[in-house]
T-cell receptor, first 114, second 110 residues
């Protein structure tokens, strides 16, 4: 049974470029969470969805960040334009239901913005 | 919002020794979870504690939830090099979202 799949695993881009991170949920899971991890700020929740609907985006740092869930199994996190301070590891995680506490994390995307 | 503090931030342990990491909240918690993240890896769920005073064991790992449900501890006995990583506690805040502590980074000296 495949776990959460993220792509790309590594992304290096220049400041001002658009970056799109992708996530495929575990089959049958209904909730999707995007996190950002840095040494300074630790693991931060950016946004989460339940049944394709965004529930809470209060963790999204600014309007340059947007996330979508076009179908039940797939999500994207877009940064436009990217800035060096966006450099971090971005994880998505899924859970069976929103009320189900166990979250399964993907391998992460390491983003470097030069 | 609701926050959780983890101490210590770093733990250097001699292989074979025991250590404990703590997670503290100022408010009463409904439950608490523990995750482990290996270097270069992603957080992996270890366990969830729900009941006051609950103790759960996974091999050499012992997890405890405080009687007042405001703190939790993770105790590892006979530390091995495979225990290297960062251990996070996480609490459920409003809206079913998890808030993670800052983590305890464990380094094992062989």
């Amino acid at each position: 049974d495949a776990g959460v799949i993220q792509s790309p695993r590594h992304e290096v881009t220049e400041m001002g470029q658009e970056v799109t991170l992708r996530c495929k949920l575990i089959s049958g899971h209904n909730s999707l969470f995007w996190y950002r991890q840095t040494m300074m700020r630790g693991l931060e929740l950016l946004i989460y969805f339940n049944n394709n609907v965004p529930i809470d985006d209060s963790g999204m740092p600014e309007d340059r960040f947007s996330a979508k869930m076009p179908n039940a199994s797939f999500s994207t996190l877009k940064i436009q334009p990217s800035e060096p301070r966006d450099s971090a590891v971005y994880f998505c995680a899924s859970s069976l239901q929103l009320s189900t506490d166990t979250q399964y994390f993907g391998p992460g995307t390491r983003l470097t913005v030069l | 919002g609701q926050q959780v503090m983890q101490i210590p931030q770093y733990q250097h342990v001699q292989e074979g020794e025991d250590f404990t990491t703590y997670c503290n909240s100022s408010t009463t918690l409904s439950n608490i979870q523990w995750y482990k993240q290996r270097p270069g890896g992603h957080p992996v769920f270890l366990i969830q504690l729900v009941k006051s005073g609950e103790v759960k064991k996974q091999k050499r790992l012992t997890f405890q939830f405080g009687e007042a449900k405001k703190n939790s501890s993770l105790h590892i006995t006979a530390t091995q090099t495979t225990d290297v990583g960062t251990y996070f506690c996480a609490i459920k805040a409003a809206g079913n979202k998890l808030t993670f502590g800052g983590g305890t980074r464990v380094l094992v000296k062989p």
